[in-house]
């Protein structure tokens, strides 16, 4: 089985650069992805690591050590719209398990 | 191209009786997963249907059934509802094999009085 470990709650300030990590405890680990979840809203995919090291995509970036077992998720330049829940997810689209989600509030 | 579709959007059923969801996914994609998210337990897998067949069952029990038409529509079943049931289930459709992204609907909101 897979279980992830990430923070419940980060807050930060507009402009700012906020890291939100995720440990985990898996068997048959296929790769690390992160999803955004507006109240309300269904989860969209923002990213994924299949290797070891940093993947980019605008003003997020991922990153994943499989010899740590950990990976994170760094949002930059922060805006009010990036308040939200993150979550770190274990495994193929198929089959994932997800991480409790850790809420990121943006203000002002 | 549309997205994944859940129908219906909200749901008020009476503990003891059975339900169905249904899903349609992006056309083209195979793989239909199905998870129950509610706020003390989070996202929690149910399984996942690939060319109408379960490919992979989460921890739930066997209340929780389901199944996929040839055109890759998928629904969700739940028999004798526990309050507990009460959730939001969402359905997330990809184009299966190792695929990373998953494309979620908006999910179904289902009250058990």
């Known amino acids: 089985g897979q279980s992830l470990e990430q923070p419940s709650e980060v807050t930060a300030v507009e402009g700012a650069i906020v890291q939100i990590n995720c440990t985990y405890q898996?068997?048959?680990?296929?790769?690390l992805s992160w999803y955004q979840q507006h109240d309300g809203g269904a989860p969209t995919f923002l990213s994924y690591?299949?290797?070891?090291g940093l993947e980019e995509t605008g003003r997020f970036s991922s990153f994943l050590s499989r010899s740590d077992s950990y990976g994170y998720l760094l949002l930059q330049e922060l805006q009010m719209k990036d308040s939200a829940s993150y979550f770190c997810?274990?495994?193929?689209?198929?089959?994932?398990?997800f991480g409790d989600g850790t809420t990121l509030t943006v203000k002002p | 191209k549309a997205g994944v579709t859940q129908t219906p959007r909200y749901l008020i059923k009476t503990r003891g009786q059975q339900v169905t969801l249904s899903c349609s996914p992006i056309?083209?994609?195979?793989?239909v997963s199905w998870y129950q998210q509610t706020p003390g337990q989070g996202l929690q897998f149910l399984f996942e249907y690939f060319s109408e067949t379960q490919r992979n069952k989460g921890n739930f029990p066997g209340r929780f059934s389901g199944r996929q038409f040839s055109n890759s529509r998928s629904e969700m079943n739940v028999s004798t509802l526990e309050l507990g049931d009460s959730a939001l289930y969402l359905c997330?459709?990809?184009?299966?094999?190792?695929?990373?992204?998953?494309?979620f609907g908006q999910g179904t909101r289902l009250t058990v009085v």
């Open positions: 997810v274990g495994g193929d689209a198929g089959k994932s398990t």
């Open positions: 997330a459709s990809s184009l299966g094999g190792e695929a990373a992204e998953a494309f």
């Open positions: 690591n299949a290797l070891d």
């Open positions: 898996t068997s048959g680990f296929y790769g």
């Open positions: 056309s083209g994609h195979r793989s």
